[in-house]
Protein backbone atom coordinates (compact mmCIF):
# COMPACT_ATOMS: atom_id res chain seq x y z
CA UNK A 1 0.00 0.00 0.00
CA UNK A 2 1.14 3.49 -0.71
CA UNK A 3 1.29 5.90 2.08
CA UNK A 4 -0.81 8.76 1.64
CA UNK A 5 0.81 11.95 0.73
CA UNK A 6 -0.14 14.98 3.40
CA UNK A 7 1.58 18.20 3.99
CA UNK A 8 1.31 21.52 4.96
CA UNK A 9 3.83 24.13 2.32
CA UNK A 10 4.24 28.15 2.70
CA UNK A 11 3.95 27.89 -1.17
CA UNK A 12 1.40 27.13 -4.07
CA UNK A 13 0.15 23.23 -3.87
CA UNK A 14 0.98 21.36 -6.77
CA UNK A 15 -1.90 19.68 -8.00
CA UNK A 16 0.58 17.69 -10.48
CA UNK A 17 2.40 16.37 -7.26
CA UNK A 18 -0.93 15.13 -5.68
CA UNK A 19 -2.00 13.62 -9.10
CA UNK A 20 0.88 11.66 -9.40
CA UNK A 21 1.38 10.53 -6.05
CA UNK A 22 -2.30 8.86 -6.41
CA UNK A 23 -1.52 7.43 -10.24
CA UNK A 24 -1.21 4.00 -10.86
CA UNK A 25 -2.04 1.47 -13.20
CA UNK A 26 -4.64 -0.42 -11.30
CA UNK A 27 -6.61 3.12 -10.98
CA UNK A 28 -9.52 4.30 -12.93
CA UNK A 29 -10.39 7.25 -12.05
CA UNK A 30 -8.67 9.99 -10.08
CA UNK A 31 -10.40 12.63 -8.50
CA UNK A 32 -9.35 16.02 -7.96
CA UNK A 33 -10.12 18.38 -5.06
CA UNK A 34 -9.26 22.47 -5.46
CA UNK A 35 -9.85 24.78 -2.69
CA UNK A 36 -9.39 28.11 -3.74
CA UNK A 37 -9.65 32.05 -2.21
CA UNK A 38 -12.55 33.60 -3.27
CA UNK A 39 -13.25 36.96 -2.93
CA UNK A 40 -16.22 37.05 -0.56
CA UNK A 41 -17.57 35.15 2.54
CA UNK A 42 -20.55 35.68 4.32
CA UNK A 43 -21.48 38.18 2.35
CA UNK A 44 -18.89 40.43 3.12
CA UNK A 45 -15.56 41.20 0.62
CA UNK A 46 -12.36 39.39 0.86
CA UNK A 47 -9.14 40.78 -0.73
CA UNK A 48 -6.87 38.48 1.15
CA UNK A 49 -6.72 35.77 3.78
CA UNK A 50 -4.17 33.94 6.10
CA UNK A 51 -3.51 30.22 7.01
CA UNK A 52 -2.16 29.54 10.14
CA UNK A 53 -1.92 25.79 11.92
CA UNK A 54 -0.53 23.71 14.19
CA UNK A 55 2.02 22.15 11.98
CA UNK A 56 2.79 18.84 13.56
CA UNK A 57 -0.59 17.99 14.70
CA UNK A 58 -2.03 18.91 11.02
CA UNK A 59 -0.02 16.87 9.59
CA UNK A 60 -0.94 13.71 12.09
CA UNK A 61 -4.47 14.87 11.58
CA UNK A 62 -4.39 14.79 8.12
CA UNK A 63 -2.76 11.14 8.08
CA UNK A 64 -4.78 9.77 10.73
CA UNK A 65 -8.08 11.18 8.67
CA UNK A 66 -5.91 9.51 5.22
CA UNK A 67 -5.69 6.22 7.04
CA UNK A 68 -9.29 5.98 7.61
CA UNK A 69 -10.49 6.13 4.80
CA UNK A 70 -8.16 4.10 3.40
CA UNK A 71 -9.70 1.65 5.43
CA UNK A 72 -13.20 2.26 4.57
CA UNK A 73 -12.33 2.36 0.81
CA UNK A 74 -10.70 -0.38 -0.36
CA UNK A 75 -7.89 0.57 -2.79
CA UNK A 76 -7.86 4.16 -2.83
CA UNK A 77 -4.84 6.09 -2.97
CA UNK A 78 -4.68 9.86 -1.32
CA UNK A 79 -2.98 12.94 -1.30
CA UNK A 80 -3.52 16.27 0.46
CA UNK A 81 -1.70 19.65 0.83
CA UNK A 82 -2.77 22.70 2.57
CA UNK A 83 -1.26 25.71 2.17
CA UNK A 84 -0.35 28.25 4.91
CA UNK A 85 0.71 32.30 5.19
CA UNK A 86 -1.06 35.05 3.37
CA UNK A 87 -3.59 34.07 -0.22
CA UNK A 88 -4.27 35.85 -2.63
CA UNK A 89 -7.98 35.67 -4.36
CA UNK A 90 -7.60 32.96 -6.95
CA UNK A 91 -4.45 31.44 -5.19
CA UNK A 92 -5.01 27.23 -4.44
CA UNK A 93 -5.42 26.72 -0.80
CA UNK A 94 -5.55 23.30 -0.66
CA UNK A 95 -5.44 20.34 -3.02
CA UNK A 96 -7.03 16.79 -2.03
CA UNK A 97 -6.60 14.37 -4.50
CA UNK A 98 -8.10 10.52 -4.62
CA UNK A 99 -7.58 7.39 -7.09
CA UNK A 100 -9.53 3.95 -7.24
CA UNK A 101 -10.53 1.34 -9.62
CA UNK A 102 -13.94 3.33 -10.03
CA UNK A 103 -15.37 6.67 -10.29
CA UNK A 104 -17.96 6.40 -7.16
CA UNK A 105 -14.52 5.14 -5.01
CA UNK A 106 -12.47 8.25 -5.86
CA UNK A 107 -15.62 10.70 -6.09
CA UNK A 108 -16.40 9.59 -1.99
CA UNK A 109 -12.59 9.60 -0.97
CA UNK A 110 -11.87 12.94 -2.30
CA UNK A 111 -14.83 14.42 -0.75
CA UNK A 112 -14.72 12.51 2.68
CA UNK A 113 -11.11 14.03 2.49
CA UNK A 114 -12.07 17.89 2.01
CA UNK A 115 -14.95 16.84 4.57
CA UNK A 116 -13.04 16.00 7.32
CA UNK A 117 -9.91 18.16 6.70
CA UNK A 118 -11.77 21.02 6.74
CA UNK A 119 -14.03 19.68 10.56
CA UNK A 120 -11.21 18.29 12.47
CA UNK A 121 -7.44 19.64 11.25
CA UNK A 122 -6.19 22.42 12.96
CA UNK A 123 -5.70 25.06 10.14
CA UNK A 124 -6.97 28.50 10.93
CA UNK A 125 -8.39 31.31 8.42
CA UNK A 126 -7.86 34.84 8.90
CA UNK A 127 -10.02 36.87 5.98
CA UNK A 128 -9.21 40.29 5.31
CA UNK A 129 -11.93 42.66 3.81
CA UNK A 130 -12.78 46.59 3.48
CA UNK A 131 -13.87 46.88 7.03
CA UNK A 132 -10.66 44.43 8.77
CA UNK A 133 -9.44 41.32 9.43
CA UNK A 134 -11.05 38.41 11.25
CA UNK A 135 -10.37 34.54 12.30
CA UNK A 136 -13.36 32.55 10.91
CA UNK A 137 -15.45 30.56 13.39
CA UNK A 138 -13.43 32.37 16.03
CA UNK A 139 -15.36 33.81 18.81
CA UNK A 140 -14.33 35.28 22.32
CA UNK A 141 -14.76 32.93 24.73
CA UNK A 142 -15.18 35.61 27.26
CA UNK A 143 -18.31 36.81 26.03
CA UNK A 144 -21.76 35.20 25.70
CA UNK A 145 -22.81 34.71 22.01
CA UNK A 146 -26.26 36.57 22.86
CA UNK A 147 -24.40 39.33 24.52
CA UNK A 148 -24.37 42.56 22.25
CA UNK A 149 -22.97 44.50 25.10
CA UNK A 150 -19.48 43.64 25.40
CA UNK A 151 -16.82 44.63 22.32
CA UNK A 152 -15.25 42.12 20.90
CA UNK A 153 -11.38 43.09 19.65
CA UNK A 154 -12.26 40.56 16.32
CA UNK A 155 -15.50 40.50 14.71
CA UNK A 156 -17.40 37.57 14.54
CA UNK A 157 -18.52 35.89 11.30
CA UNK A 158 -22.73 35.81 10.45
Do not use: N
Request: proline residues 5%; hydrophobic residues 45%.
Amino acid sequence: MTPPLVALRSGAPSIDEAVSHVQHAGAGAVCVFLGTVRDHSAGRPVVKLEYEAYEGMAVAEMGRIASEIAAEISGVRLAVVHRTGTLSVGDVAVVCAASAAHRAEAYRACRALIDRVKERVPIWKREHGPDGAYWVGWEDARCAADDDAHEHSIPRPV
